[in-house]
């Protein structure tokens, strides 16, 4: 999983309580993304941080905020969690190059295992 | 606003018999297709990436296409480890971000 780790890997919570999600990375890629995986929805981006302190939101980004102190780790709080955020959630990294003589930027994601939350 | 259509939503192949996955696009700008496989309780494992119609890449038993408006991806003389969820994103426009399909399940039966 291109030493991407996500803590914790499942849990269950009850509604109205607070939630912190944690990835960390040991690539030291300066993009990191989180999204929500459900069914018929496919994958949805939540947030992204394009560096230290620097983030910006995704397509579904309410109820939800991240921080990101540190290269290495992205976390994600769901304030007050409701059941519509029952979910599998995945962090993502990628870095950003420009090859020489090709077509432009490069932006491979590259995801974590997943973590299984169950908002009761 | 981006979109990306996958089909089908599910294929069962017998252990052999080839196929191709579609994933069409509309969107503004492309700047590269991303197909990517999952399993079952993991994360999506990076595949290929295609930046220009008519590009072409390939990995063992699988071959992504590109044209201007969809994307194949050729699954030759499947086996049943190839059995998974295969994605499809798209990134557009100035950012870093992806615009993800909802995939085809595919089974490879014996």
């Given at each position: ?38 069914p ?33 780790d ?36 590259f ?10 | ?10 294929l ?21 297709l991303?197909?990517?496989r ?21 990995k ?8 201007k408006?969809?994307?194949?991806l050729?699954i ?11 994605l ?23």
């Amino acid at each position: 999983d291109a030493g991407i780790t996500q803590s914790p890997r499942h849990k269950v919570t009850e509604t109205g309580t607070p939630v912190t999600l944690r990835c960390h990375q040991t690539e030291n890629h300066r993009y990191m993304y989180w999204y929500r995986q459900d069914p018929g929805h496919g994958l949805r981006l939540i947030h992204y941080s394009y560096g230290v302190k620097d983030t910006d939101k995704g397509e579904v980004s309410d109820g939800y905020s991240v921080s990101r102190s540190k290269t290495e780790d992205f976390l994600l709080t769901l304030e007050s969690a409701t059941s519509s955020q029952t979910s599998v959630y995945f962090c993502a990294i990628s870095e950003i190059w420009t090859s020489g003589g090709g077509p432009g930027s490069y932006n491979e994601q590259f995801f974590g295992p997943g973590t299984r939350l169950t908002v009761l | 606003e981006d979109q990306v259509t996958q089909s089908p939503e599910a294929l069962r192949l017998q252990e052999g018999e080839s196929s191709s996955l579609n994933c069409s696009y509309t969107v503004s700008g492309l700047r590269g297709l991303f197909w990517y496989r999952q399993d079952p309780g993991k994360g999506p494992e990076f595949l290929f990436t295609l930046y220009s119609a008519g590009e072409e890449k390939e990995k063992e038993r699988l071959k992504a296409t590109l044209t201007k408006k969809e994307s194949f991806l050729h699954i030759t003389a499947p086996k049943p480890e190839d059995s998974a969820t295969y994605l499809c994103a798209v990134q557009t426009g100035g950012g870093n971000k992806l615009t993800f399909g909802t995939g085809t399940q595919l089974k490879v039966e014996l």
